[in-house]
């Protein structure tokens, strides 16, 4: 099968089935725990404002609101006021009068007795017994008006559940005290009535604002005409001040008694049904099974979101009826599948190389771990020129032909291709590794035939053998060992465990040089110089030097280059500026004058601080800035602008040598030569060491010994280990040398008592 016919990774035919598991149970949880009634709220409110029902306009609120106060007196009235209200609204026809006020403590005898008089006088007065009181269901407890009135009148419950919001959505039609049941007021301004104890769901479509409603005041006043007249009507508080206000959302704190009034239109409606959200649950579980059957074909946004649509519209139709549906948990459901299917779809993206279909690096670092297996990486090294010279449709030929050759003999496996022709893949257990590579790595001499044109393939290959280690590791394993088999010209090659111990560790090597500066690791050494002219010690190079705790001595060549070329050199270069200046200052002060030269990369030169810094190390050792020399060191080139020109002239005015290190090698050109404002050249050791042996390093060194000379520039030459050697400089007229004839790097203490012990002889 062609590579970009090959089909696109997608949901495992398991996986599916354990989301679903999940996302039901999760959903579960999420309903019985109540997480989503804030939201179920948020939706209730959106869907009765955006289609509200008028009331039935048979039930009349009168409403003791602040206008009935200031008119009457601040709360709670006699009770002579509220037999007066009794009075005029049964004078005005009210069928029935029911009073959202509770009359549970007596007063004087008296005025109970007036007012049970005027309630008896009515006969249609319908009096509070509050049983439960409280957040949720409440706490039982027996609030019936006081005795001599209660004997007069029916009792209605008052009682209602409300959330922590405050907010009340269902309402009893009826609740038990004393082996005796008591309608609800919402069962009693209706007529209908239900089984004691049982909730209904409040229809908040009805709007408050179509509810006829007149204060108090209106009513003393005699305000009524025709207004109560053959309807019921229900007193209650709707004040601020009197506090018996709950949250209506979307509507803000609502007197309570338009609580019963809303339950009431609500039973006068038909009788509500509450499905809660197990039904529209199931349906989303069916959504998402659908779902998940066009995941594979790539297609599930468009069945969850018609889901979504229609779980969303199920309660806008059925609310029509009072019947109630809760939609939150199944929502929830539909969010997780969703969510679940669009990760797998992204991660399946994230795993196809996009120019072959084939499964990427990605998908391998994904898959199960394998370690019986090996695993096996090919490199096309010159891939990147093949793809360039071809089309699109041609690079797919390409990757056919290529993978056709990797599953020669093996047609099961399952070729990942990464970016730049890297082609993975992990070998049956048993394999011949060996012959297996050297076979495929045959079947690559002939050319790949692209666009009637031939290409040579150049490939090499890497092979980690089976390991407990993860996928990930072992493919970068792999990688690694191709890598070094091209650089080496091999074949293949397998992963040395050994070599990746110093990867690690040059991997690490910056970070740990850093640690061992500051722990006194990195030590300065001192490499004697000697002054041909009058044959004596005149200076020293300062060389960092590092012991390991563990490793012992590192090259000082692997840790100064890895410095150099990792951007680090600044802290090692300001150490062993540091410690060098500090012991030349204690050398000059104890003998004779003593030169001290420095390493300096070129890289440095980009700090415009450097002159500053350079001087507040000699003011703070208080060594004169002409015996401290920096040798450039050549392993960056200099600016062609001339920028980096600057840090030197002002080290130059600050009165420091500079010196151009290793001389003959690199970038020391006689253009360079010109650019730099040095005072000194130093000549590599690799021409001092020839000159006996060949003519052409011999007459090298003398001429540059002869154009430093001309140029009025002093010069060193270093690797000087024979007396023969010493003996051909001092005749070319060389003016300083240092090497292990002269004396190998040791400490500040040691070159100490190697100039005291001179000096000594000297005198002698």
Not at 149 to 156: H, N, P, W
Not at 166 to 184: E, F, H, T
Not at 328 to 340: D, K, R, S
Request: charged share 25%; aromatic share 6%; net charge neutral.
């Amino acid at each position: 099968m062609p590579a970009s016919r090959r089909q696109r990774p997608t949901i495992s035919p398991r996986r599916p089935w354990r989301m679903l598991a999940i996302s039901l149970v999760l959903s579960l949880l999420f309903g019985l725990a109540g997480m989503g009634e804030p939201l179920e709220d948020v939706l209730r409110v959106a869907r009765n404002k955006l289609s509200p029902v008028a009331a039935s306009g048979d039930i009349v609120v009168v409403t003791i609101d602040d206008e009935s106060q200031k008119l009457i007196g601040s709360w709670p009235w006699p009770r002579k006021v509220h037999g007066e209200l009794i009075r005029r609204l049964t004078d005005g026809g009210a069928k029935k009068i029911v009073m959202d006020v509770a009359f549970e403590y007596r007063t004087d005898k008296a005025t109970d007795r007036e007012f049970a008089a005027e309630l008896e006088r009515s006969g249609r007065v319908v009096l509070p017994n509050n049983l439960r009181v409280g957040e949720g269901d409440g706490v039982i407890r027996d609030r019936r008006p006081a005795t001599l009135i209660a004997d007069e009148v029916e009792l209605g419950v008052i009682s209602f559940p409300y959330n922590y919001r405050g907010a009340v959505w269902r309402l009893p039609y009826a609740l038990a005290a004393d082996d005796k049941s008591y309608r609800s007021y919402a069962s009693i301004l209706s007529g209908v009535n239900g089984p004691s104890g049982e909730l209904f769901t409040i229809n908040y479509r009805i709007d408050l604002d179509s509810i006829p409603h007149l204060s108090a005041a209106d009513v003393i006043r005699g305000g009524l005409r025709d207004r109560v007249r053959g309807k019921t009507v229900i007193i209650g508080a709707t004040s601020d001040n009197i506090g018996d206000n709950f949250n209506v959302l979307g509507r803000g704190r609502t007197g309570g008694v338009f609580i019963h009034v809303l339950g009431a239109e609500t039973l006068k409606r038909g009788v509500p049904i509450s499905f809660g959200w197990i039904p529209v649950l199931l349906l989303a579980c069916g959504f998402a099974l659908v779902a998940v059957q066009f995941a594979r074909a790539r297609g599930p946004a468009l069945t969850l979101g018609v889901a979504s649509f229609v779980v969303l519209a199920i309660p806008m139709l059925t609310e029509s009826y009072q019947w109630f549906i809760d939609v939150i948990p199944a929502l929830f459901m539909l969010t997780c599948v969703g969510t679940a299917l669009l990760r797998a779809r992204y991660r399946a993206r994230g795993m196809v190389n996009d120019t072959s279909g084939l499964p990427n690096l990605n998908a391998l670092r994904n898959s199960p771990h394998q370690r019986d297996r090996a695993l096996i990486v090919a490199r096309i090294i010159n891939y990147a020129h093949l793809a360039a010279a071809v089309s699109q449709d041609g690079e797919r030929t390409l990757i056919d032909q290529i993978v056709q050759r990797l599953t020669v003999g093996a047609q099961d496996h399952v070729i990942f291709q990464g970016d730049e022709g890297i082609f993975a893949w992990l070998t049956e257990p048993g394999t011949a590794i060996g012959h297996h590579v050297e076979a495929l790595h045959s079947l690559f001499r002939s050319p790949a035939r692209i666009e009637s044109e031939t290409y040579d393939l150049n490939v090499t290959f890497g092979v980690e053998i089976g390991s407990g280690r993860t996928i990930a590791q072992r493919l970068n394993s792999a990688l690694v060992a191709a890598d070094e088999a091209a650089n080496e010209g091999l074949k293949w090659k397998y992963h040395d465990p050994e070599r990746m111990k110093d990867a690690n560790w040059r991997l690490s090597l910056l970070s740990q040089l850093d640690v061992a500066i500051d722990n006194g690791e990195v030590w300065v050494a001192f490499q004697p110089q000697l002054d041909l002219h009058r044959s004596r010690i005149r200076g020293a190079e300062a060389l960092a030097r590092w012991t390991h705790p563990e490793k012992g001595p590192i090259s000082p060549q692997e840790f100064v280059s890895a410095a150099e070329q990792g951007g680090r050199i600044e802290k090692l270069t300001m150490f062993v500026l540091e410690q060098a200046v500090a012991a030349a200052a204690r050398f000059n002060r104890e003998g004779e004058p003593f030169d001290i030269a420095v390493n300096l990369s070129a890289r440095m030169l980009t700090m415009r601080s450097l002159p500053m810094e350079v001087r507040a190390v000699l003011a703070r050792h208080g060594l004169d800035p002409a015996r401290l020399t920096l040798e450039l060191t050549e392993t960056a080139a200099l600016a062609g602008d001339g920028s980096d020109m600057a840090p030197l002239l002002k080290l130059r005015e600050l009165g420091v040598r500079l010196s151009i290190d290793d001389y003959g090698t690199g970038l020391s050109t006689l253009d360079y030569l010109k650019k730099v404002p040095a005072s000194e050249i130093k000549i590599d050791q690799s021409f001092i060491k020839a000159m006996p042996d060949h003519r052409s390093d011999l007459v090298m060194v003398q001429s540059t010994i002869a154009l430093a000379h001309s140029l009025d520039r002093t010069v060193v030459a270093e690797g000087v280990e024979t007396q023969e050697l010493l003996d051909m400089l001092r005749t070319l007229g060389c003016d300083t040398v240092q090497g292990f004839l002269i004396g190998r790097p040791t400490s500040a203490k040691g070159l100490l008592r190697r100039l005291q012990d001179e000096r000594r002889r000297r005198v002698a």
